[in-house]
């Protein structure tokens, strides 16, 4: 029989546990292993069962046994102690209240709001499908440890991301569960009656999407999640929020407009009800919820009596972007006429005239829009996930900044980071505390050589016998007999150099690069004195055949029964699965096309445990790679030929693996361990442990992008709007002048017959027609750099010129370079509320 319904009921707890309910409810449980202890001795079989979910745990322990501790003191005074000390964690001042409101004269914000289209928190709550989500979740983890008062705001997807499956050729197979939100740690988000709170989203024809909002509770964050699947929806608008990454451009922009618009709509009545302060500060990662600006320009412009205008400099004040995609291929676009349809008739955001919205995402297919500009131009404040993809995204978006230099391009960067109470084996904890502190450095210190190889080796045996399991279930799935599956038990050593690579599975990923070769990959698996074992995991995008079928290839390696007991492929690679690989693989593999990896955090995760990185130098590794914490794997960056390149770094690879890796790992002492690997493994611990923490990470964002956001955001909205007026208009009179500036000459005053030495300071001069501003509307400067045989600049200073006459401009410039410079002259805007002079993308040069 089928059901026709679903429904959760959840457990009823004895007064006496009521406490509980709370602890479950509250996600810290997922980084606070007493709290995961208190549970689990709830009933350690179910606990288990359940894959350490404690409201799965509470719905499953029988009534009896909850009665019995009730009327347990001992386990009653652990519930109270438990509770007690997440009362305090909640309420307690913690660094960002002990900062003080104001740092460096910027303004530390009430409230921030941070939208993401997936947050993966822990894998009771499956709203997640790679390393978005999960950075997300470690966003909202750290801002709760360290008090940052963030709000995260998404939608709630009734099938999650899919379950991976393989059929029996290694093709992947997905699944959709069914999510029921009522037996998920989340709460609806309800008026003081108790009747739902739903969220309104005009849709064409005169439609209304309606979602409701559950809550989730990160620690001190809460997480606002909307969901279109209520009776009040016609079929279509209920499946909005159905699947994540699911459908086509038109549900994909429907998930946007409800994630951005409603999602504004949602923190609104959410504070409203609860008392919380506004945001001051909305943080954009990546574009999907772009559309959140617009929705922002819609209240200003009728809530305040606002030009559009003027709204705008109030929006761009308070906003921050984070950009993920270091291609173009991987931004969300949509065609403009289906942006017409769902903007055109002004029902879903009144006062806004649809030309302004496309000109937000105009890009140079005048048929398409660009989700990704209309962040970048709706935000005064954007960055990249590390050093080399900041600099790759100022080189990708420098179009929309004409006439300035690449590295002027306000694009910054804030390396991303991983939670390290989540991702750090509890042994590791126990041992060292917080690495990232000098206590932690020291005790990583003062644990020997042996002590610390015989942990080492306990995390790889606890994978060695997950990966046994998995592989067992595995082919059971793909419909195997239990009577053939007897070799499962001798899968993986635990002896044996482990090495980990598991992410999704993008081409530029290059899953496959292993397989190269694949006579050499099997002579590393089978050494006979320093062989090596490989555990591979990752999801391909269900409409990626080419994904599916670089998993198919690695599965049909590692099916082959001469070396199956030394590579395996895991399906349905997920949070829970990914701890184990972090925990126990020795060395963490990655190889993407450089410099397509973003940031990629799950090295970051295997350091934290003491694991080696082998990777091709981009995303964090290429700015955290000293020579002794891992390797790097060269690259043929020269070679355009993908094929050749690949052949050359595979090649690479092997070597490193075969002649440096190997080697070192069974490179023993008297007592039996690896010393000169326990010294790479302490060095890794002591040196990324503190630079790859999310903690570092939400600092940078409150110190170099929130903490200004919001100072800009009070300054545009002083003096009822004034400042937001007054650079509206000052925008308007510039766009009338700006076409008719001139620097008419520029002039170097040097000695006659003295040749200038580098560090000599010189007299630039330049007259400058200014079309009618007044010169404070403007800064001219001079530029001095290297110059080429195209009179092209480089390495530029630039220093601001002062007007020393009518039109007439003087500045002292220190020459930098020795060789062969150059000088010129420009003219940029000058104003308190832009955050750079690159910002409005204008500028003169002589």
Same mark, same amino acid.
């Given at each position: 029989m089928r059901a026709v319904r679903r429904f959760t009921v959840r457990a009823g707890l004895p007064e006496q546990l009521a406490d509980l309910g709370t602890l479950a409810t509250n996600?810290?449980? %997922?980084?606070? #292993?007493? %709290?995961? &202890? $208190?549970? *689990? !001795?709830?009933?350690q079989d179910i606990w288990q069962r359940v894959g350490g979910d404690p409201l799965h745990l509470l719905a499953q322990v029988p009534a009896e046994r909850l009665d019995r501790l009730a009327a347990d003191e001992e386990f009653l &005074?652990?519930?109270?102690?438990?509770? !007690?000390? $997440?009362?305090?964690?909640? @309420? @307690?001042?913690?660094?960002?209240?002990? /900062?003080? @409101? +104001?740092?460096? =004269?910027?303004?530390?914000?009430a409230s921030i709001a941070y939208f993401s289209m997936e947050f993966g928190v822990t894998e009771a709550l499956p709203n997640y499908s790679g390393g978005l989500g999960v950075l997300a979740g470690d966003h909202l983890k750290a801002?709760?440890?360290?008090?940052?008062?963030?709000i995260g705001v998404g939608l709630l997807y009734r099938s999650g991301y899919f379950r991976q499956s393989l059929s029996l050729d290694g093709w992947q197979v997905e699944h959709y569960p069914i999510i029921d939100p009522s037996g998920l740690p989340l709460e609806p988000l309800a008026e003081p009656s108790g009747a739902p709170i739903l969220v309104h989203v005009a849709m064409p024809g005169g439609r209304i999407l309606r979602a409701r909002i559950w809550k989730a509770q990160v620690g001190r964050v809460p997480l606002l999640l909307l969901d279109s699947d209520i009776e009040e929806n016609s079929d279509d608008l209920r499946s909005v929020t159905d699947r994540l990454y699911g459908g086509d451009q038109d549900h994909r922009? /429907?998930? +946007?407009i409800l994630a951005g618009i409603g999602g504004v709509r949602a923190v609104r009545t959410y504070c409203e009800l609860t008392g919380t302060p506004q945001p001051e500060v909305f943080h954009t990662n990546e574009g999907h919820a772009g559309f959140l600006g617009l929705e922002r320009l819609r209240e200003l412009v009728s809530?305040?009596?606002l030009e559009v205008d003027q709204a705008m400099s109030v929006v761009r004040a308070g906003t921050v972007f984070t950009t993920h995609t270091p291609v173009p291929a991987g931004i969300? /676009?949509? #065609?403009?006429? $289906?942006v017409q349809h769902y903007f055109g008739d002004e029902s879903l955001l009144p006062g806004i005239d649809l030309r302004r919205i496309l000109a937000l995402g105009a890009e140079d297919n005048a048929g398409m829009f660009n989700m990704a500009h209309m962040g970048l131009r709706l935000a005064q404040r954007a960055n990249g996930v590390s050093k080399l993809h900041g600099a790759v995204s100022r080189s990708m978006f420098g179009g929309l900044w004409p006439g300035f230099d690449t590295d002027e391009v306000p694009i910054s960067s804030v390396t991303n980071g991983v939670h390290g109470p989540t991702w750090a084996a509890r042994e590791m904890s126990t041992a060292f505390g917080d690495a990232s502190s000098e206590d932690g450095a020291a005790a990583v210190d003062a644990l020997d050589d042996t002590e610390l190889w015989r942990l080492r080796c306990g995390l790889r045996e606890r994978l060695v016998g997950e990966v046994r399991r998995r592989v067992r279930a595995a082919w059971l799935q793909r419909g195997a007999s239990a009577l053939e599956l007897n070799w499962t038990d001798s899968v993986f050593d635990p002896d044996v150099l482990t090495v980990g690579f598991a992410r999704r599975v993008p081409t530029y990923k290059r899953l496959t690069l292993m397989l190269r070769d694949p006579e050499r990959l099997r002579a590393l698996l089978l050494h006979p004195e320093r062989p090596v074992q490989l555990v591979v995991a990752g999801k391909s995008h269900p409409a990626d055949d080419g994904g599916k079928a670089l998993i198919q290839q690695i599965v049909r390696f590692a099916d082959d029964p001469q070396v199956r007991h030394r590579i395996v492929f895991l399906p349905d690679y997920d949070m829970s699965m990914a701890r184990y690989l972090y925990w126990g693989c020795d060395v963490w593999l990655n190889n993407p096309m450089r410099p397509l990896e973003a940031c990629g955090t799950s090295g970051m995760k295997a350091a934290l445990n003491g694991g080696l990185n082998l990777s091709i130098r981009d995303g964090w590794w290429d700015e955290f790679y000293d020579g002794s914490n891992g390797w790097a794997i060269p690259t043929a960056d020269g070679v355009n030929d993908p094929v050749r390149r690949d052949d050359l770094e595979a090649a690479a690879l092997y070597e490193l693996l075969g002649s440096q890796v190997a080697p070192l790992f069974y490179d023993r002492d008297q007592a039996g361990a690896p010393s000169r690997w326990m010294s790479m493994v302490r060095h890794t611990l002591q040196s990324l442990g503190p630079q790859v923490q999310a903690s570092r990470m939400v600092r940078e964002y409150v110190e170099a992008h929130y903490a200004p956001a919001a100072t800009a955001g009070v300054v *545009?909205?002083?003096? =009822?709007?004034?400042? !937001?007026?007054?650079? !509206? +208009?000052y925008r308007r009179r510039l766009a009338g002048a700006w076409p008719h500036i001139r620097v008419t000459s520029c002039e170097l005053a040097l000695e006659d017959g003295h040749t200038p030495v580098i560090g000599d300071r010189v007299h630039v001069h330049a007259s400058v027609d200014l079309a009618g501003l007044d010169p404070s509307d403007v800064e001219v400067q001079a530029v001095v750099g290297r110059v080429s045989d195209a009179d092209e600049l480089s390495d530029v200073v630039t220093a601001p010129m002062r007007p020393v006459a009518d039109g007439r401009y003087s500045a002292e410039v220190t020459l930098p370079h020795a060789g062969a410079l150059g000088v010129t002259a420009r003219?940029? #805007?000058?104003?308190?509320?832009?955050? %750079?002079?690159a910002e409005l993308g204008k500028v003169v040069l002589a």
């Open positions: 996600l810290r449980w %997922t980084w606070h #292993p007493p %709290t995961q &202890d $208190l549970f *689990a !001795a709830v009933d &005074d652990r519930v109270r102690a438990i509770s !007690a000390d $997440l009362r305090q964690y909640m @309420e @307690e001042p913690r660094w960002y209240q002990r /900062r003080g @409101e +104001e740092l460096n =004269g910027t303004r530390f914000p801002a709760s440890d360290l008090g940052v008062p963030l922009i /429907r998930q +946007e809530g305040n009596n969300d /676009r949509f #065609p403009v006429d $289906l *545009a909205q002083s003096d =009822g709007f004034q400042v !937001a007026k007054d650079l !509206a +208009e003219v940029l #805007p000058k104003h308190q509320l832009l955050a %750079t002079q």
